[in-house]
């Protein structure tokens, strides 16, 4: 290669010889530098700047780049107009400075076109010209180029670009775009640890210092290798040389994976404490991790307290409108939302905007319901929150039918009339995704409208689902049914009046019965008896339910499975006392 005619700069034959000096040894670099090889003497200055294999040399670094800028390599004239401006190997010469810039740019350097961009007539023109120019090389096969339209992405957090970018820098190994490529499959609903962990070691091996840390996170939980903890605080200790912050956020992680709490909340308390700074994902990787764990922490304990302050200002330095990972503007957008702080409103309906963006299901559905409503500040456009609710429908987020129903039952002044049709099909769409809300909703409209099969199967599915309404709803369907039998109808008004004293449904269906005569006498007095028993049971919010009844049911009734059901998960103390009074389902359970 040393004796080679020296390649046209742009032409694939440049980026090739570019490639091929991105990761020689010093060795190499010095032996083609010497040669007079431009690019193999812009890659040894960059060594000498870095004291990768070597130690730092500012005035080495400034040598070699005036070779290259001699030799007309725009990248070198670019690089020596830099040190001339921060005076870095050389005396400070502004003049100089400006003029190998202006030099680059003429040779076509996208770096010195960028910088001189603002400076043009029609700067947005320049700069895209610029944009194409780093675009060309880099499909061409530039490193440089590639990465720096790899960090220009990641940095404004344009999620394709990234995609992007880094797949061709993966390609052409530039060890920043394996560190990427890594947190990007990390950030899948369903990532391949195994991808991840080889990214990460390919960057390692590189000695870039990201790449240590997230080996060493993989090797610490056993993320896509087998789990060896040794190893991984070894290279926390490599990656300490050069990015010490970086290292002490794994180790946090590392604290807790060991179940040292008390180390790893004092040693998330202490990055706090360093100055600002510190790569803004880390700081969403870390709210992130520390909204992960607090429901393993005690409930109500000063450490779950500590630590949901502890996630929000993580979160709050993660720069959350440009982060490229959904869960950290949606996260921070629920907890300034819960906040109940309206003067922090107006931050949380452009988090949830972001996180839509990015395709979080529950950012998707908040979005939309913002929108819908116009809440916090954000214009009012029922059109949009509609088709964002259902986009978050097709995204399985049942929450998001549920509350289209509630929009079509109700309708909204001056924007949308009522449509029960519409209602059921949304009700439908959140019931086939497991909503027991939903399935008793539509079982009160079928029943409503004299279609007591379709109720009836609503009910019964509510009821699979362990919901205790879904079993008041059956036995109402046991009561007012023509098919039944004079002792299922029994059962079913037995079942209703035990419930009544801590249900608002059960007490709710008698209200209805009595109403209108089924299964019971009419009886005006005693529906309106029952109803205010509802209202009230609503008012007092969920009752605890209420004790077995004394004598044991009979196997196969409604009661029966109740009390079994009821048993489940009671304390010692409640199973004994049933299975005293000879309750075989306490037996068994006991």
């Known amino acids: 290669l040393a004796v080679a005619p020296l390649p046209v700069y742009g032409t694939e034959a440049f980026f090739l010889e570019k490639q091929r000096y991105w990761d ?9 530098a010497l040669a007079g090889r431009p690019l193999a003497m812009v890659r040894l200055a960059s060594r000498y700047a870095e004291g990768r294999e070597t130690r730092p040399d500012p005035a080495k670094s400034f040598e070699w780049l005036e070779r290259a800028a001699e030799a007309r390599d725009p990248e070198g004239m670019f690089y020596l107009s830099t040190f001339l401006r921060l005076g870095k190997g050389c005396s400070k010469d502004l ?15 996208p770096v010195a076109l960028m910088r001189l961009a603002p400076r043009k007539a029609d700067s947005a023109k320049a700069r895209e010209e610029a944009l194409a120019t780093f675009e060309r090389n880099a499909l ?15 940095s404004e957090g344009e999620l394709e670009g990234v995609k992007r970018w880094s797949e061709k820098g993966v390609e052409l ?19 391949d640890f195994r991808r991840c962990a080889a990214l990460f070691k390919r960057a390692a091996d590189l000695k870039n210092s990201e790449g240590l840390c997230g080996l060493a996170r993989c090797l610490a939980l056993g993320l896509g290798l087998p789990a060896d903890r040794r190893r991984a605080e070894s290279l926390l200790h490599e990656a300490d040389a050069t990015d010490r912050l970086g290292a002490d956020f794994e180790r946090v992680r590392l604290a807790w994976a060991e179940g ?11 990055l706090f404490k360093r100055p600002e700074g510190g790569l803004a994902h880390r700081w969403g990787d870390l709210g992130l991790h520390v909204i992960d764990t607090i429901p393993r922490l005690e409930a109500g ?11 929000y200002r993580a979160l709050d330095r993660a720069e959350p409108l440009r982060s490229l990972n959904a869960r950290v503007p949606f996260n921070l957008g629920a907890l300034l939302g819960t906040r109940g702080d309206p003067k922090l409103l107006p931050r949380v309906g452009p988090l949830y905007e972001r996180a839509a963006s990015l395709g979080h299901p529950m950012g998707v559905l908040w979005w939309g319901k913002w929108n819908a409503e116009g809440t916090g500040g954000t214009p009012r456009n029922v059109a949009q929150g509609l088709v964002l609710l259902r986009r978050a429908g097709e995204l399985k987020v049942a929450g998001a039918w549920e509350q289209l129903a509630a929009y079509y039952q109700a309708g909204i002044k001056g924007e949308l009339a ?20 939903s399935l008793l909703g539509l079982s009160t409209i079928h029943f409503r409208r004299g279609e007591l099969a379709k109720g009836l199967a609503c009910a019964r599915r509510a009821r699979d689902l362990g919901s205790e ?26 079942f209703l009046f035990v419930r009544q004293e801590s249900s608002a449904r059960a007490s709710s269906v008698l209200a209805k019965l009595y109403q209108e005569g089924r299964g019971v006498p009419k009886d005006a007095a005693k529906a309106q008896l029952h109803l205010a028993r509802s209202r009230a049971l609503e008012q007092e919010g969920p009752q605890p339910p209420r004790s077995v009844s004394i004598s044991p049911p009979r196997y196969g009734t409604l009661e029966f499975f109740y009390a079994k059901r009821r048993f489940m998960n009671a304390p010692l103390a409640e199973l004994q006392a049933a299975a005293a009074a000879g309750h075989s389902a306490a037996m068994t359970r006991l």
């Open 95 to 109: 003049a100089a400075s400006q003029a190998w810039l202006e030099r680059a740019a003429e040779a076509g350097s």
């Open 418 to 437: 009522p449509d029960e049709d519409l209602t059921i099909q949304c009700l439908e769409r959140a019931g086939a995704l497991e909503s027991v809300h």
């Open 140 to 154: 061409l096969g530039d490193p440089m180029a590639t990465l720096r339209l790899l960090k220009s992405s990641w």
């Open 173 to 191: 190994e530039v060890h920043e775009a394996y560190v990427i490529a890594a947190y990007l499959e990390r950030m899948k609903p369903e990532p």
């Open 301 to 311: 304990s000063e450490t779950r307290e500590r630590c949901w302050a502890l996630a």
């Open 24 to 32: 020689a040894s010093l060795r190499e670099l010095e032996s083609a």
């Open 469 to 494: 309404a879904g079993w008041v709803d059956c036995a109402l369907y046991q009561v007012v049914s023509e098919g039944s039998t004079p002792a299922q109808v029994e059962e079913g008004l037995q």
């Open 260 to 270: 040292r709490e008390r180390d790893w909340l004092s040693g998330i308390e202490a």
